[in-house]
């Protein structure tokens, strides 16, 4: 009899695993941002350099504050009053909580490779417009039954439609400067506002990038949707803390806005979980390195992942000593819609504690 039992329960836990909640998955990534600020908030010691910080005086009234705990609400309010209430946060290594890259480069193409494939490979180690061989779980998905053609992707860097490989899948994926029309009102004024507005470093605006996901979303109903920011990579590369800090507190508007927006509509409400990463980190040891990233600079290889959704319990800030690989994230994603990717070489987990 307890055997019965015991093959009972085995099996209705199993039922119970392949029935996810989530329906939909919106991923968003934020190019380059560093755990530090996310889990300290602003750098004083940042903050505190002329060479870094221009305004010092309004940048520490807006973000600044006596501890860590008031910085971060502060800078990234989404993630510090709802995230950390009522999804899980990793990647506070203060505390023993490490997500790392299993890539050796620690830059952008090898990240988002690694971020998609769940396969840290060594042969993607260039930031060139080269069309990646591996497979992406976002095409595995798109193939998946009830998910035909609801996948889409928005990108300010126009590198993504490479490292995704849309070319090969047919995915939908609008990035830099594509023009944007879904066939609304709305679409013909954000191409408008692409074409016209002022573009410091070559690329569109991320607020652009976000409003015309937001919209496509809105009009196109994807169930699963992909956002690229791009903006506090460069601002941190141009040695800018003022606009990386800016950066960083309008994405965190963008992520309230869009769980906002999904939680006013059915069909998303209370099915859909949104999961937000980096693609590498920075510097930290020397501060002057705060600026790069690559294979020489050790800090670089340190990432965090912010997720909330049905499916995942309400831990709040993960404090739990473990390491966690930016590989993991591809098959999780697929996990959280009921699905087992496998990459295409090796091997990565799904990160139990997101899919429960």
């Known amino acids: 009899m307890k055997y019965f039992f015991g093959i009972l329960l085995f099996w209705l836990g199993n039922v119970h695993a392949q029935e996810p909640k989530t329906e939909n998955i919106i991923i968003v990534t934020m190019d380059g941002m560093r755990w530090q600020e996310v889990f300290g908030g602003a750098d004083s010691a940042l903050l505190n350099n002329p060479n870094y910080t221009h305004e010092k005086d309004g940048i520490e009234k807006e973000f600044g504050g006596n501890d860590a705990s008031e910085r971060r609400r502060k800078l990234f309010p989404f993630l ?15 505390i023993g909580s490490n997500v790392d890259v299993a890539n050796p480069y620690k830059f952008s193409y090898p990240g988002y490779n690694e971020i998609f494939t769940g396969y840290p490979d060594t042969a993607v180690n260039s930031n060139k417009k080269i069309k990646n061989k591996n497979t992406n779980v976002l095409e595995f998905i798109n193939k998946q039954k009830g998910y035909q053609g609801k996948v889409a992707a928005f990108s300010t860097w126009d590198v993504a439609p490479y490292f ?31 074409t016209l507005s002022n573009k410091s470093n070559g690329e569109r605006l991320d607020i652009v990038t976000y409003i015309s996901a937001r919209e496509y979303l809105k009009e196109k109903k994807p169930k699963v949707l992909y956002i690229s920011f791009d903006e506090t990579d460069e601002y941190a590369h141009q040695g800018d803390y003022d606009h990386y800090l800016g950066a960083a507190h309008a994405e965190d508007g963008m992520l309230a806005d869009i769980w906002k927006t999904v939680q006013s509509m059915p069909g998303y409400k209370d099915k859909t979980t949104l999961l937000v990463t980096c693609d590498h980190g920075r510097g930290d040891k020397i501060k002057s390195q705060w600026r790069d990233h690559g294979e020489k600079i050790e800090d670089a290889g340190h990432i965090w992942i912010a997720v909330i959704g049905p499916d995942t319990k309400p831990l709040g800030e993960v404090k739990t000593p473990k390491t966690l690989y930016q590989k993991q994230l591809a098959p999780t994603m697929a996990a959280l819609l009921g699905f087992h990717f496998v990459p295409d070489h090796g091997t990565a987990e799904t990160i139990s504690t997101i899919v429960q």
Not at 82 to 94: E, M, P, S
């Open 80 to 94: 510090w009053n709802t995230v950390a209430t009522q999804g899980q946060l990793y990647g506070n290594r203060n």
């Open 164 to 194: 995704l490989n849309k070319w090969r899948n047919g995915l939908y994926i609008n990035a830099d400067q594509d023009p944007i029309d879904f066939g609304t009102p709305t679409s013909k004024m954000l191409n408008d506002i692409q």
